[in-house]
């Protein structure tokens, strides 16, 4: 532990160096030792910025704590648990005395229980929200039951796989229950809209549900397998944690369309059957409302592909960062005290540096602590930093201390033997556990730098880097083997790459879904023509994004992966019961698209109105990952139900008008030639 208590100051007196602890007989001390200790403190540059601020106000204790690595959280619990206490009891003890705990295990904490607080609050409101808005939609409470136990047999499910693939559970993966909440709904609301519409036809229960599987059953099986697509897809993640929601997403809607046609049907046979009332008086609201697309399609077209380009060309106003204490909301006590320790005495943020020289003993040599200096005070020049841990400036305090403490000698030993023999000496008198050993490795070859910084964002904790690295390569020849390293760079750069990682993702989710709505809608051009109402909204989401947050961050990169296979669910069902109509029925386009929207129209709202409030309800997480994940989800599916019902029929009637024109303009009869 490092305090101003034991800090080992040094002081000469005649021939005799005396290294020992700032603080001795606490208890004893007199005003003038006080004030000897006050400006020893604030003059000392290992103290200052680092554990005393600058007016003396905050003091800072340091406490490396090693887990012996058998069971981390256990251990991370039970050293918190125990700082807790202290922190508590020494509170009691002096009620003026503010107490803040912050650093790396208090931040591993904070994403332990952040999470631990969502699975125990959202997750009961998702579903009381969820099974409410079932009841008010189907207007059934045999129905309701229905999709509960589906919801949760699919749950159990994927949990009880994660188990046995021994994945982990972690603040970013477990919202996944959360998820398949949503996911699990859709399939159960298509399956009793139509089962229902058949009952109030007249059909008996069997012939109803086996009507309903006929219409069904290949848009969801494509639908699920697109959305364990866009799932699997996060595994180009760089972050392991991200990898586990989508593996786990992924294996709970493989279970929920298992359940859908095998468990749901046979549950529906077993209980009361009800004709329910959803969707009664909604087919003529809906027919409505597919013949005004078609009376105005090309000014709702004109009007949509302004709005869309607008925010299209917003997305360049995002900046790919992030800030990992901003994870957490200022409800969080882990967040509060790292922004006071900040604010007032120092940072959480570091960059460590191994400055090597090579030689044995070689940190001793002057041109190498010259250069060392050097470095020192340019990272001390830049606005970024709080603080800069070094060698040095125990060397140079050694050089006075060996000078009679005169002020002048505060400088480097000029030569390699002499600082050799200062280290040694100041070594020698050191306790048990203060030693160097942090600061410089066994054959003296190297020397660490702790560089503390404010509170950054990742881009600019890359930029900083980027910036020593370039000074490092113009000034310090003698310096090798210089990268910072420590876990704000870790997770600087790891926010980056996943960013990067995810891109590719998204591509090889946008390619096997292509496939997939080709071969269900089979035909090239509606296959592709389908994407367009499921990557629309994602730009639009990210181009609002940039206008009101502007960060994309490590959750929200993983997004628009994410939702790409769920928003095709849509597509696939309408563009199904569409096609159906075509070559079945023998509708004409303007009546098929009447058709799709009466028949799958209110079972979309349903599933969209559902997937909405789901992941709106994440933005009431303490923890911004979460928080952003359910915001920006929501905004996409919302934008995702707006080109559901009005871009993607607008496609479908604008295409044919162009298929009609070149018909008619190819069929046309050629003039005949005058003699």
Not at 385 to 402: F, G, S, W
Not at 635 to 647: H, P, T, V, Y
């Amino acid at each position: 532990m490092d305090s101003l208590a034991n800090f080992q100051h040094s002081t000469a007196e005649g021939d005799n160096l005396f290294v020992g602890d700032l603080v001795r007989n606490a208890d004893r001390l007199s005003l003038s030792d006080l004030q000897r200790i006050r400006q020893v403190a604030l003059k000392e540059p290992l103290l200052l910025n680092r554990l005393v601020s600058p007016d003396g106000r905050v003091m800072g204790f340091n406490v490396v704590v090693q887990r012996p690595g058998k069971d981390q959280n256990a251990e991370t619990v039970e050293s918190v648990t125990f700082v807790r206490r202290l922190v508590s009891a020494l509170q009691t003890a002096h009620p003026g005395l503010a107490v803040h705990v912050t650093g790396s295990l208090m931040i591993d904490t904070a994403f332990a229980e952040s999470s631990e607080l969502d699975s125990k609050t959202l997750t009961p409101i998702m579903l009381t929200i969820i099974v409410v808005a079932l009841w008010w939609f189907l207007r059934s409470f045999i129905g309701m039951l229905a999709a509960l136990a589906m919801m949760i047999l699919s749950i159990v499910a994927a949990i009880g796989m994660a188990g046995w693939l021994d994945i982990a559970f972690s603040p970013s993966s477990i919202p996944a229950p959360t998820i398949l909440l949503t996911l699990a709904v859709a399939d159960s609301v298509h399956i009793l809209t139509t089962y229902y519409a058949g009952l109030r036809r007249g059909l008996a229960k069997p012939a109803a549900m086996k009507e309903s599987l006929r219409f069904n059953f290949k848009a969801i099986l494509f639908t699920n397998l697109t959305t364990a697509v866009g799932f699997l897809s996060m595994n180009y993640s760089e972050a392991p944690p991200f990898r586990d929601l989508g593996n786990i997403t992924a294996m709970g809607v493989g279970a929920a369309y298992l359940l859908t046609v095998g468990f749901l049907p046979a549950l529906m046979a077993v209980l009361p059957g009800t004709h329910g009332r959803a969707s009664r008086a909604s087919g003529t609201a809906f027919a409505g409302f597919a013949g005004m697309i078609v009376k105005h399609r090309y000014v709702l077209a004109m009007g949509l592909l302004l709005i869309t380009a607008v925010l299209l060309a917003c997305i360049p106003l995002n900046q790919l960062d992030d800030q990992y204490v901003q994870y957490f909301d200022k409800s969080v006590a882990f967040r509060n005290d790292t922004d006071y320790a900040t604010e007032h005495l120092t940072g959480i943020y570091t960059i460590e540096y191994s400055l090597e020289q090579g030689e044995q003993g070689g940190i001793n040599d002057p041109a190498f602590l010259s250069q060392v200096e050097q470095f020192v005070q340019w990272y001390r020049r830049q606005p970024e930093i709080l603080h800069v841990y070094a060698l040095n400036d125990i060397l140079k305090r050694l050089n006075q201390n060996m000078h009679g403490d005169d002020p002048a000698w505060y400088r480097l030993p000029e030569n390699r033997e002499l600082a050799a023999q200062y280290l040694l000496l100041f070594e020698m008198s050191l306790p048990y556990g203060l030693d160097l050993n942090d600061r410089v490795n066994v054959g003296k070859s190297a020397t660490r730098m702790t560089v503390t910084l404010r509170s950054l964002s990742s881009q600019q904790v890359i930029d900083l880097e980027v910036r020593a690295q370039a000074w490092l390569e113009a000034n310090a020849p003698l310096i090798t083997n210089a990268d910072g390293t420590g876990s704000t760079l870790l997770f600087a750069h790891i926010g980056q790459r996943n960013i990067t990682s995810m891109i590719g993702g998204e591509l090889m989710s946008i390619a096997v879904v292509s496939l997939i709505m080709i071969v269900v809608l089979r035909s090239v051009s509606l296959g592709l023509l389908s994407l367009i109402p499921n990557l629309v909204p994602a730009g639009m989401a990210f181009g609002i994004w940039g206008v009101t947050v502007g960060q994309v961050g490590m959750a929200s990169s993983v997004v628009a992966a994410m939702t790409l296979g769920i928003l095709v669910d849509d597509t696939v069902h309408f563009l199904g019961k569409y096609q159906y109509a075509r070559k079945e029925q023998g509708l004409e386009p303007e009546a098929a698209l009447s058709y799709a929207f009466m028949t799958v129209g209110h079972a979309l709202w349903v599933t969209s109105a559902v997937l909405i409030m789901g992941f709106s309800l994440l933005t009431l997480s303490p923890f911004r990952i979460n928080y952003e994940t359910g915001l920006l989800t929501s905004i996409i599916f919302a934008l995702g139900l707006l080109a559901e019902f009005l871009l993607l029929p607008l496609i479908i009637v604008i295409t044919q008008d162009v298929k009609r024109g070149l018909r008619n303009w190819l069929c046309k009869p050629l003039p005949v030639a005058q003699s």
